[in-house]
């Protein structure tokens, strides 16, 4: 088995004439935490709709664990095991945290629709369910509406979806965007806990989260990689600190409106 287990080959998306990815190599190794960091308009959106199959490159490839999934769609490669968070998740608001949960198990068996069955059916799924939620810090929120969940317990209710699916590899699209200091230390450390055992991508603008979190980081600038590495190194690289930092190279924040790209 490869220690690779996502590699893209002069991955390139063009837009009309603007090359908003252009010849980017990447390899996520087996097991690990990778971060898809950059200043805005980086690509590194373009960069990740790609790997989730929500977009089409131009050319190159993209292989999962051995396999081309370069011209497959967003269900076929979550089904290999390459699941993003909210392509599963989607968090219906007026069920309970519980039952969202219990429904994202229901379509990881192939059974979205058993929830017209009878209530004895669907209690199969609840001692799993209930794990998930415990692996989450959800557990006193089980029977709460998730329309009512905080927005940084609402992130972590996409989680639990997301790993009712089982995944092999999480992909997880900037899951601290709009949190406060304390939910971002309950998703690191979320984060954390669920990748033993699978691997995680993940897009993040936080650079103390990428720095707590990822083995290895890959720094896009104009649709190119920059620089790829651990955080010390990445940090210290003089292009880098330029392109992402702005003046500063101490700063560990992100210049405003680097929040996308």
């Given amino acids: 088995m490869s220690d690779i287990i996502l590699q893209t080959e002069n991955l390139t998306k063009e837009f009309r004439g603007f090359l908003a990815v252009q010849d980017v190599n990447i390899n996520v190794q087996r097991g690990t935490i990778h971060g898809l960091i950059g200043p805005n308009g980086a690509g590194k959106t373009t960069c990740f709709n790609l790997l989730t199959k929500f977009l089409i490159p131009t050319r190159g490839s993209i292989t999962y664990d051995g396999r081309d999934i370069t011209r497959m769609k967003p269900a076929e490669v979550a089904r290999l095991g390459l699941v993003r968070s909210f392509q599963i998740s989607a968090v219906f608001a007026n069920l309970t945290v519980l039952e969202n949960v219990r429904m994202a198990l229901q379509r990881q068996r192939g059974a979205s629709f058993d929830f017209w069955r009878s209530e004895k059916v669907l209690r199969q799924y609840d001692d799993r369910a209930h794990e998930l939620l415990a692996d989450v810090g959800l557990t006193e929120y089980a029977d709460l509406r998730a329309g009512q969940l905080p927005y940084g317990r609402k992130r972590a209710l996409e989680i639990a979806t997301t790993l009712a699916m089982d995944p092999a590899m999480m992909l997880l699209d900037e899951p601290t965007a709009g949190m406060t200091h ?24 936080n650079l103390k989260v990428v720095e707590g979190l990822c083995d290895r980081i890959t720094v896009l600038a104009r649709g190119q990689i920059l620089a790829e590495g651990d955080y010390a190194a990445v940090s210290r690289n003089p292009e880098v600190q330029a392109a992402y930092l702005g003046t500063d190279p101490s700063s560990v924040g992100v210049p405003e409106g680097a929040h996308h790209g």
């Fill in 182 to 205: 304390e939910d971002v230390d309950r998703i690191v450390t979320l984060v954390k806990r669920v990748s033993a055992g699978r691997t995680v991508l993940l897009v993040e603008h």
